[in-house]
């Protein structure tokens, strides 16, 4: 599947930003079930865990992009299990982070599974209390 971008990160792309400009300090939400159909719209599902920086209040790093790739920076990624279930997509926010239906915040919305796709994780059934950490993320800009 496809990563989609909101309106907000696409009309960011038009402009004069990129899209390491625009995620960034942001954070990763997880949850349960089937994403939207658009990041434009209000989040569907139980939200899991929000992944941050070492599991803290600062968003995440992306390291140096290089081959239309940007992957996560070494710095951990992780966060605290809030719920119970199993892992069906993500919501890659920006710094402004704003959940519900909106057409200018900066988001990005994939799936998760344990092969082939958009997150990778190694066990989709995620249990309350336990810690996800996040090894590898790669944005991927397509060559054609």
């Known amino acids: 599947m496809a990563l989609k971008l909101s309106t907000g990160m696409r009309n960011g792309l038009c402009g004069s930003l990129g899209v390491k400009d625009m995620l960034n300090g942001g954070h990763i939400k997880i949850y349960t ?11 569907t599902g139980t939200l899991l865990v ?11 790093v992306l390291g140096t992009q290089g081959t239309g ?6 710095s951990v990624w992780s966060g605290l299990i809030a719920a119970a279930g199993v892992a069906g997509w993500f919501r890659f926010h920006g710094t402004g ?13 994939g799936n998760v599974g344990v092969s082939g796709s958009d997150l990778v ?19 991927t800009q397509p060559a054609s």
Do not use: C, H, M, W
Request: glycine share 10%.
């Open 121 to 139: 994780l190694a066990n989709t059934s995620l249990v309350v209390g336990a810690t996800l950490t996040i090894d590898t993320f790669n944005l």
């Open 50 to 60: 929000t992944i941050t920086s070492s599991s803290g209040t600062d968003g995440v």
């Open 97 to 109: 982070g704003t959940t519900g239906t909106s057409a200018t915040e900066v988001r990005l919305d």
């Open 69 to 74: 790739v940007i992957p996560k920076a070494a």
């Open 33 to 43: 079930g089937s994403q939207p159909t658009s990041p434009d719209y209000a989040e």
